[in-house]
């Protein structure tokens, strides 16, 4: 039986691991203390102004030759010979950012050349005054004025395997995922589902799976990357009979 | 002994790369009849689409190469997408004929159940049907990571080596004389994965 998957995802600027709250930087670690071994997939994103730069390409390589689990790999891909860069240097997947979005020609290109398991789109949401979910690009800055459904039902069918979903004002928040975002989501599309944003504890990811149907949840902030935490929020999932990696 | 990664520089082969690093193997990437003629075995790994893969195989005469070898009973490993060409066909944009070095058919999973999430990602169980040396050390029902849109439903019985469960059961590994293939991903597999390359190399 497939498992549920906790994806830890790493942001960083001009090549320092940073965690976000609100897509800020907010506070600065180092990658030295993530346990490589417990986790199940691993994402890196980078909020740096210059991309491409040689510290963000050495740590992909850094990654790509130190876990041996799943590598995704985002930050500014605009073009196939972008996404190409990432593979070279040892992504798995690579995450394509909400501005990509309108520009079909890149998922389909990657998907030809990669597969589609290979393209996670990342549609970061925002509930507004209106009571609706939009989609923002830009680092959440800029509204695209765009249903995230029809969104992800576009990506999809442009040749995208997974989909990351983010509410805006969740990330770095602790308060817990926003179900009604997940799930309205993933009621309507049949690819795989990674939920991103607002975990503080365990029971926020029990929930995420207890209340949807999605097959993975990431997380930044609550993961103080020693050995103990990961594997006690595995146990924790696991005695509440989520089915989670041993 | 040496083992050869076919590289038919379409997709990312750096994960495996790097496993067979972790691993201290001696290994040598190949990618002309050259690079071939200096490997004791060889591993086929495979991303991207079915008929991509199997074209490029065609065009750069790799078959030819890895029909040699396996005449002259060096092994071989395919991986996902190198696991499925080991086949006769698959359904993947359009029917696209494989190596046909083992019998069997590559579908899709919609194929089987229309309301299937696809793809099939992330971290299953693997079955013991028949046990063999290349899961030497490995618990039955162990977890790999998987990700693929296509699978093999069902094989010559005595070929299979595990199975996995997902909406349907499906074959996850197969051997048979000196060919063996893995649906799943052993370099992206952590210790489970290690394993099994290392398996391949010391004792397939």
Known sequence: ?246 | MKLGIIDLETGNIASLIAAIKKLNLPFKVCRSQFDFEKTDKLILPGVGAFKDFMEKIKSKKIDVLINNKIDKNISILGVCVGFQVLFNKSNEFGENKGLSLLNGEIKSFKDYSEKTKVPHVGWNECQIINKNKLFEGIESNSDFYFTHSYLLKSSDKDIVLTKTKYDIDFVSSVKKNNIYGVQFHPEKSQYNGLRVLKNFFDNC
């Open chain 1, 1 to 246: 039986m497939l498992k549920k998957r906790i994806i830890i995802s790493l942001t960083f600027l001009d090549g320092i691991l940073f965690r976000t709250k609100n897509f800020k930087p907010d506070y600065r670690y180092t990658k030295n203390f993530i346990d490589l071994w417990s986790i199940d997939e691993l994402m890196i994103i980078d909020i740096s102004q210059k991309k491409f730069s040689e510290k963000y390409l050495s740590l992909i390589s850094f990654f790509s030759t130190n876990c041996f689990v799943p590598l995704s790999v985002g930050g500014g891909i605009n073009s196939l010979q972008d996404a190409d860069l990432y593979f070279k240097h040892g992504a798995d997947k690579i995450i394509l950012g909400s501005g990509s979005i309108n520009n079909s020609k890149i998922s389909k290109e990657i998907s030809m050349k990669y597969g589609k398991q290979s393209i996670i789109q990342s549609l970061d949401c925002r509930k507004n005054l209106d009571q609706n979910y939009y989609v923002y690009a830009k680092s959440g800055k800029k509204n695209l004025n765009l249903d995230p459904i029809i969104l992800a039902k576009r990506a999809v069918s442009n040749g995208v395997g997974e989909l990351l979903i983010n509410n805006i004002d969740n990330d770095g928040s602790l308060l817990g995922y926003d179900i009604e975002l997940i799930k309205n989501i993933s009621s309507q599309l049949d690819c795989p589902i990674i939920a991103l944003g607002g975990a503080g504890n365990w029971a926020h990811i029990l929930e995420l799976f207890n209340e949807t149907d999605i097959s993975a949840a990431s997380t930044q902030n609550i993961f103080h990357f020693t050995e103990q935490s990961i594997i006690s929020a595995k146990n924790f999932l696991k005695n509440n009979k989520i089915k989670i990696r041993k």
